[in-house]
Antibody, heavy 119, light 111 residues
Framework: EVQLVESGGGLVQPGGSLRLSCAAS????????MTWVRQAPGKGLEWVSY????????YYADSVRGRLTISRDNAKNSLYLQMNSLRVEDTAVYYC????????????WGQGTLVTVSS | QSVLTQPPSASGTPGQRVTISCSGS????????VYWYQQLPGTAPKLLIY???QRPSGVPDRFSGSKSGTSASLAISGLRSEDEADYYC????????????FGGGTKLTVL
């Protein structure tokens, strides 16, 4: 079964840092591009970042560029999102998802991890 | 303000057919595929339609997608109570440096 499991969310103060992880199983992780999408409480979906299978192509939403960094470790079947200089508006559930070769063809999605930025 | 425009809400009674619209521009829907996602209450989004009108395996044929020009639509026929969810359209936007854009979402209520 194809599965994605996020972890690493929590409460952090404005200006702080957090590292999210996404553990993949049930498919050849190194063959697929991956993405992060977030959803603020009670709001819609917002695409955050994309990384190709070999990490050669990376995209970011304007709202996070320079503060969030996507990376992956194909040997560990894991995707990461390093979050620095966090702002209150970064508060959201963060989902990782597999890209099926044509943005935004995302399937499946993980269950999400909640990041709360508050003092 | 989302790049893709969806009605915030839609409703129908069991058995009815409902459609949800998604309006964009030449840089996104007009020149790229449209995708639809279903988000049931308290759960992660799920792929519903890909490449404008294709259904992943397991998605009932009650769900269908279409695209014309810079707009797209999701149609749900034979509406069922379990279809009550939020629905999002998405597309690649070629006017920006590598951006995926989502619609604001439509909350479907089954009356």
């Amino acid at each position: 079964e194809v599965q994605l499991v996020e972890s690493g969310g929590g409460l952090v103060q404005p200006g702080g840092s957090l590292r999210l992880s996404c553990a993949a199983s049930g498919f050849t992780f190194s063959s697929y591009s991956m993405t992060w999408v977030r959803q603020a409480p009670g709001k819609g979906l917002e695409w955050v970042s994309y990384i190709s299978s070999t990490s050669t192509t990376i995209y970011y939403a304007d709202s996070v560029r320079g503060r969030l960094t996507i990376s992956r470790d194909n040997a560990k079947n894991s995707l990461y999102l390093q979050m620095n200089s966090l702002r209150v508006e970064d508060t959201a559930v963060y989902y990782c998802a597999r890209d099926l070769g044509s943005l935004p063809w995302f399937d499946p999605w993980g269950q999400g991890t909640l990041v709360t930025v508050s003092s | 303000q989302s790049v893709l425009t969806q009605p915030p809400s839609a409703s129908g009674t069991p058995g009815q057919r409902v459609t949800i619209s998604c309006s964009g521009s030449s840089s996104n829907i007009g020149s790229n595929y449209v995708y639809w996602y279903q988000q049931l209450p308290g759960t992660a989004p799920k792929l519903l339609i890909y490449r404008n009108n294709q259904r992943p395996s397991g998605v009932p044929d009650r769900f269908s997608g279409s695209k014309s020009g810079t707009s797209a639509s999701l149609a749900i026929s034979g509406l069922r109570s379990e279809d009550e969810a939020d629905y999002y359209c998405a597309a690649w936007d070629g006017s920006l440096s590598g951006h995926v854009v989502f619609g604001g979402g439509t909350k479907l209520t089954v009356l």
